[in-house]
């Protein structure tokens, strides 16, 4: 028998969950799930014979050993910074882990102590982080193992609205974090290197360079803006020389436009507070951020200010958002960020009935015998419903694979690692078509400069 | 016998300690000069009878309680972050302290414990804070008592290298803290309120919008930016429905324009660490920043971004800084700020043989029985030498003058106070005179909109 806690019960755990128990019915795993929110453990259990849950919180020591003490594995759905406590106690207890989380640099130090205890702390097993490293890395290492030369190494992800749902003109809606969505980009520079040189780009020239993306299904196109920094995967992807490596986000073209203004203007902002926000309309807010001379109407201010005609798409997107209007701001003491945010929660309400799509593209080029060649990879991943959405099953099925292949001492690896290894990334990419979680996949011969 | 224990001995505190010390002959005062560096704690009380100098360390609990418990007032020079330990022993022992640093939200929590030991926590008392509370507050204050109505105040402070030293395009040196002026303006938008709008500018607009400032002496006129977050003004000065409240800091025409380019490029984020940075040189660097395509030279390819001719003034100041050229960059795994600083601090550089220059201006629009008048209040003080620049005098001046009125008795406020109020900033100002830190005052009447 072993046994398996699923510490965090939230949404971003609920595919994950539902993978393990309907795996533990043909293994002998028992499995404890364990969140602060008693009853939203329960709800994901349900009557389940192999599994229980239980309240957990991770301020109580006592509870966090007893509980790691009896697992086989333990995975961490918890908040990201509370990742580093799990790992302690699982380094005292000799227990396996896995999370979907990025890799924290305290989680890094824990390598050599970890492979002394014969254990693997696995990270970044969700969609991206994961499945982009998954998906990119059988291709890098199958072009390296023939001898190919790669030149440029382009991927792009994003988590949209499905096509059919789309109805607003920003063809977005919030089907994860809306927060992060407002906050994109800030804090330091894009990093990417394309032709050998480092690029670095500024929040608010961010939006302003983008990139044409074909993909599959009903998109056709998407735009991508650079995803913060990429120079760290020349090094995590064994691409030390690579001309180009660019990381991107995908929104639908017009997006990047329209958002842009909201950077020039400054609304995106989210390190001050405004005193008797609520005292305001939306049109007299944004007027402090535009020139003082011009129309008296604040749109017409709003259009002049970006040198775009009333009727202009990037218009007609501002416009939906009632961002220069007479509704009254509801926050108190508000930042920016948060005044925005209460527009767009209303505006890009991802609703009951709508599905989301998580696309993901890989696009290489690369030199094989004296030919170039141009490889894509390609998934468009729709959600099933408002639980089984496409981000609760890109992050959940990798990760509850890489759980079973774990429990099942199929993986041999210890100490700690994201899923850039083949006994990794293998027998999850193929195990995950059978969710219908397959990249297309397509070459040709390439004839303009890499 | 009176005690005065002033902590820290650094730059800004040398025109404090003199005035102290020159006035500690007359009075029956006892100094005390600590700091963690005893020679220069040393230095700077020489041979002097009424004073000695001892070795401080603000970690040690002892030292500072021994040394405040023998105080009457205590001055603390120590970097901001250290006040509230100062002023925690200080209310422990029943001392009065004076400190040039803007007031922090944990001095000013002090304030009912200060009021009920009877004590005096002065803070802001240097040139900016400090002067330019003074010298505008005995105008508002006037204006008010007559009746007067303040539409507009307009203050301006810059520090800045002599016009008669000035030998670099920029018109510009380091008098002060390097770093402070790369990073001026980041971390929240600039704040102010005009013709009761209120304005808020996020930093990649801050260098485009400038204010043209009529100054004392050689330097003619000036430009001014706005000068982080004016809004608090508003209270502080008893101004909650003035229409126009802007705090500007003053630069040499052309400077503004020109640092907006670096601003643009995003060359001044101290935000994130460039590897290898010292395998570059500035040109290489910099054209991570510029457009893709466009000329191979760097220099072309700057002006083609910014939309300037080579012969430009604006090109004419970047290329003085070498920021295109093939100078290796020295500092390894540098911020983007720290690589620049490093040229400016070559470029900028405050010579052994300049002198510095503090300027301050208000302005005041306000009507009166039916006029509509504008004052203007100007300062241009010039340092004396390398020493006793302008800037150590204008921070020590005021603030040694405001610790010899708390010794004598003639301070009556009690609690946490900035020095806004009349029985402060009149005797300061009226001594100050004596030091020729005497404002030019002039008023006509003012046919503008106001």
């Known amino acids: 028998m ?8 939230g949404r971003s755990a609920t595919d994950f969950i539902q993978y393990l128990l309907d795996q533990s019915l043909s293994h002998d795993w028992e499995i404890v799930v364990g969140d602060y929110n008693l009853a939203l453990a329960q709800e994901k259990v349900g009557s389940h014979p192999k599994a229980k849950a239980i309240f957990f919180d991770l301020a109580d020591d006592d509870l966090l050993q007893r509980s790691v003490q009896d697992a086989d594995l333990v995975a961490s759905f918890l908040p990201a910074h509370m990742h580093k406590t799990v790992a302690k106690a699982c380094l005292a207890h000799s227990t396996h882990m896995i999370t979907a989380s990025y890799i924290s640099p305290e989680l890094k130090l824990m390598d050599e102590a970890a492979r002394e205890k014969d254990l693997l ?4 097993m969700g969609a991206d982080p994961g499945l982009d490293h998954m998906s ?18 382009k991927s792009y992800a994003g988590a949209l609205v499905s096509p059919s749902c789309e109805n607003n003109p920003w063809g977005y809606k919030f089907t994860w974090m809306p927060m992060n969505v407002v906050l994109a980009g800030q804090g330091g520079a894009a990093r990417y290197i394309r032709d050998q040189q480092f690029r670095y780009l500024p929040y608010h020239r961010l939006f302003t360079i983008t990139d044409t993306v074909k993909v599959p299904g009903a998109y056709g196109e998407l735009e991508a ?14 691409l030390a020389d690579v001309p180009t490596l660019i990381r991107g986000t995908l929104r639908v073209p017009g997006y990047c436009e329209a958002w842009n203004v909201l950077v020039q203007l400054g609304v995106t902002d989210n390190t001050y507070r405004i005193a008797d926000s609520h005292k305001n309309t939306y049109g007299q807010w944004l007027r402090s951020y535009l020139p003082a001379k011009g129309p008296e109407n604040v749109e017409e201010l709003l259009a002049s200010f970006i040198g775009e005609s009333l009727d202009s798409p990037v218009m007609e997107r501002l416009r939906y958002l009632e961002i220069c209007s007479d509704r009254p701001i509801m926050r108190e003491n508000a930042t920016p960020a948060e005044i925005l945010l209460d527009l767009l929660m209303e505006k890009w309400k991802f609703a009951d009935s709508d599905t989301d799509t998580l696309i993901m593209v890989h696009e290489f080029i690369y030199t094989y015998k004296g030919q170039t060649y141009k490889r894509t990879s390609s998934l468009a991943s729709e959600g099933l419903d408002h639980q089984h959405t496409a981000i609760s099953r890109t992050v959940g099925l990798p990760a509850g694979i890489g759980a079973r ?6 993986i041999k690896a210890r100490g700690v690692h994201i899923p850039v290894i083949p006994e990794i990334y293998a027998p999850i990419l193929e195990e995950l078509k059978q969710f219908s979680l397959d990249f297309e996949e397509s070459e040709e011969i390439y004839e303009g400069t890499p």
């Not at 702390?121 to 970044?124: Q, V």
């Not at 803006?225 to 064994?238: I, M, V, W």
């Not at 292949?405 to 199929?410: C, D, R």
């Open 121 to 124: 702390f696995l990270a970044e």
């Open 405 to 410: 292949l774990m429990l099942e001492g199929k």
């Open 2 to 9: 072993q046994h398996i806690l699923i510490l965090g019960a």
């Open 225 to 238: 803006y650079a995803n913060r920094d990429s120079l760290p995967y020349c090094e995590r992807y064994g």
């Open 136 to 153: 990119a890395m059988q291709h890098i290492d199958e072009i390296k193992s023939k001898g190919g030369d790669l030149m440029s190494f």
